[in-house]
């Protein structure tokens, strides 16, 4: 068997750990997974009801128009319904995308380092990613324009970034937007939007009637705490959406998935509360960073990057025997560790171990 040459060297997606993989191969009872950005305070209640509410239903295909969650999403976003469509994730709708706009020698531009997903589904269609260095962990938008020619099909722009929590503002993307080509699409990934508080960060729907070449991205899986139902969608203009939606599989998203991403929806209490409380845990943990002289990227989503200033899959690995998984090995961060909010407790845990460890590890850099 030959399989297409540009896979073979795909790596592998590399996931936080699982708390059960942790407990199980360190005998502890006790873990905390600040790894994957994960809602500590689970989801609404009411998504839970509606899951509940589909239990008579699971021998039945799923409406793979998601035609309710449509209307909820759009009349939530102020959007029209064919502005929309739904993925098993958002990562779904990124490999959706790339399906429906990349062949191979095409080229994309998206920041280095930034979410792997984009390059990883690039790859797979044999098209070729350009990667714009960050400055200062954030977006370099004028470099990253300077990198689209001819050749160029689609600019990612993370916001906030993963993994450094970085934002650009409403001023810069609007600049950005203007001066980029009509024809290659901008992807604004916005999976940890509800969590910015910040005043500049751009009210990107109501850019989408100017700049018909957006698709912004949202999803279910971070601050509404349903990861586990793979759902997220794309929003875009009619004629993009149906173009993505041609290269959907006809049922990607359940029943499940559908029916509690309605009722999380509709929870806005839920969300605010989730967004207060970040926000505090954030400037708890930046507050206890600079006590221990860290440095960090200012975070605007619901997890910092951290210096921790010696091998960060060390401080990982120490971290873990401990009990706490965080995430370490981002490529252009060797010394960092990123570090999700969890709840009060559990911020604190991890400060108390970290500080714990960060005396012990004695690795010189
Ligand atoms: C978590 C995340 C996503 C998508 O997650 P899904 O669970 O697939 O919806 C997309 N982009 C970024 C930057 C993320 O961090």
New binding site residues.
Partial sequence: MKPKANIVNLPVYQPGKPVEEVKRELGLSEVIKLA??ENPYGCSPKAKEAIVAELGNLSVYPDGSAADLTAAVASHLGVDKKEIIF????????ALITRAFLLPGDETVMADQ??S?YKTNADIEGAISIEVPLVDGKHDLDAMLAAVNDKTKIVWV?NP??PTGTIVGEEELVRFLDAVPSHVMVVL?E??NEFVTDASYPQSMKLMDRYKNLVI?R????IYGL?AL???YGVAQAEVIGLINRVREPFNTGRPAQAAAAAALRDQAFVNECRRLNAEGISYLQKEFDRLGLNYFPAH?NFILVDVRTSGKEVFQHLLYKGIIVRPGFERYPNYIRVSVGTPEQNQAFIGVLEQVLRNVKTPV
């Avoid at 993925?87 to 990124?94: A, L, Q, T, Y």
């Avoid at 999803?219 to 971070?222: G, M, W």
């Fill in positions: 994957s950005n993925g098993c994730g958002s990562d779904e709708v990124i930034t979410f997903v993370c970034n993963n990934d999976a940890y991205l999803t279910f899986s971070k990861a793979r759902i997220g989503g």
